[in-house]
């Protein structure tokens, strides 16, 4: 088949087309979270509909959730409110949820990919940006609104418009101490927080070949911080690999018919991209954002831009410096932190927390005092491998508090949140004033080892300094 992976995908969902370049399109997989179901599945109840195929709808409790280990506390009523009604909701339409109660849960994005839910070819919704993510695997995986999770609850499918595919290599290979979040932050950096509206990234070229499953999760992830909707991988070997064995993967003689079909819909040669930009892995540094939104960042190393002379919106560039207390010309290293967060559905996967895990090892680190620093496992499966390795006791020893699965300090909307101007070194994706529940918090945000390095010195470095690397 000749053409995008994403044109591939899509086109073979269309139900109908609505209007020009608008179609209906039918879901594999909807994921729904506590966050923005309750009102979608009011809905149906008030119409008296059922919901359409439960059998492909899947629910975690992820945002609201506690990690302080016990999933029966709640920081407020509504947290508590919104995860009663998902469990609820899920009974009712008898849908498959990975129930808190049974230790199943986790961050959607994190959880499907796991159960081998998220596959190639597949098209994916869930009233999450993050849905992204699920990209990695060669499927079309977006967020949308709670109005569209009641259409997709109701009929299985859903209106969108149909995206253009900019097509992003990343040519050679990456630098030691250099990881996909940082690919992630180098491409909105260059092409912007909003640079990608009106498209599908597709993601490829050696440094993103040689990524594993996880490492390309983080990449889809980001996508939609550089405004792309969605983001996503051609499906190849590793791709097989991950897949092979899980949940809901096909079995037997299934699998070898699926594994022929889910590579068949990467791009072909001849694929006709709308636009294409090439990186080389050689200019990608360890990144940290120094403003409010994920693509005011610099490299490790360089100075802070000048807002005057620095290109995009010079207000926002100058507000955002003023509000995160930076001086243009200054570099961020040095920049002291209160808090340090591992985790969230961009890298709170199993190995990065085993890259932490590494790096504590080489450079025989401790948080330094006056520094919290949370390891909040994306799910309670990534939880069980990181106890099962006995990583818990190394993240102890080294004074790193491991908590229970969940969003935490990625968004602030459970107990895990920043105080007044408290600054926290986040492997999150979102930077946003107010983003971690404190309003005038300061997110500043970087790979999962960056964040341990910022942790272990108090401070912002680059994490290479600390096993001479760089
Ligand atoms: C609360 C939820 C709907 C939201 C999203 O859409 O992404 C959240 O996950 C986020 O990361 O900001
Ligand atoms: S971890 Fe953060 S980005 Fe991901 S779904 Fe939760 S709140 Fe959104």
Redesign the pocket.
Known sequence: MIGTLYEKVFDAHVVREIAENQFQLAVDVHLV?E??SPQAFEELLRRGLPVAHPERTFASAD?SISTGGDVTLFDDAMCEAQVDMLGKNALDNRLTYFDPMQGLHGILHVVAPENGLTQPGMVIAC????TSTHGAFGAIAF?IGTSQVRDVLASQTLIVDKLRVRRIIVEGTLAPGVFAKDVALHVIHWLGAKGGLGFAYEFGGDAVSAMSMEERMTLCNMAVEGGARCGYVNPDAITLDYLRGRAFAPKGAEWDEAATRWLSWASSPDAMWDDEVIFRADDIAPIVTWGTSPDQSVPVGAPLPDPGVAGGDAEDLRDAMIFMGGEPGRPVVGTPIDLAFIGSCTNGRLSDLEAVANFLRRTGGCVKEGVRALIVPGSREVREAVIAQNLDQLFAERGFELRDAG?SL??G?NADRLVGRQVCASSS??NFRGRQGSPEGRTYLMSPVMVAAAAIEGKIIDARALENLA
């Open positions: 979270n966050v923005s945002h009233g999450d940006s993050h967020g969003c990625c968004c909307m994706n979102r």
